[in-house]
């Protein structure tokens, strides 16, 4: 459970890189119309679009892997899914219902 604890305290870090990250006010030529920026804030704003999207897809993941992980030690009959398509979808929502209550405190 340890390891656990730990993912959990890694998910809450990283929900506060994902909030400072996707903030467009942050990303390079913030206060510019597109048609005013330069080719290189262009440049930097879209690096800072990607960088805020993989931000996001790692702190996804690593709910997803929390929700794994918990599905892990529960009980062996509880919820049987035959389908992995809604295993995926199930663990899919667990991790967003557990990035909304951490992104709301």
Same mark, same amino acid.
């Given at each position: &459970?340890d390891q656990?604890n730990k993912?959990?305290?890694?998910? /809450?870090?990283?929900v506060?890189?994902?909030i400072?990250?996707a /903030? ?6 913030? /206060? ?11 440049? !930097?704003?879209?690096?800072? +679009? @990607?960088?805020?999207?993989?931000v996001?897809?790692?702190?996804v +993941?690593?709910?997803t ?9 529960? &009980?062996?009959?509880?919820? @049987?899914? !035959? !389908?992995?398509? !809604? @295993?995926v ?7 967003k @219902?557990r990035?909304? +209550?951490?992104?709301n405190?």
């Open positions: &459970m656990l993912l959990k305290q890694l998910s /809450d870090r990283m506060a890189v994902v400072a990250e /903030d467009p006010n942050t990303w390079a030529g913030a /206060d510019k119309k597109l048609s005013e920026m330069t080719e290189e804030e262009r440049g !930097d704003r879209y690096w800072c +679009k @990607k960088n805020a999207n993989q996001i897809t790692t702190a +993941k690593l709910e892997l929390i929700a794994l992980y918990e599905r892990k030690g529960s &009980m062996p009959n509880e919820g @049987k899914v !035959d !389908d992995v398509n !809604d @295993k979808i199930k663990f899919e929502q667990a991790a @219902k990035l909304e +209550k951490l992104a405190g």
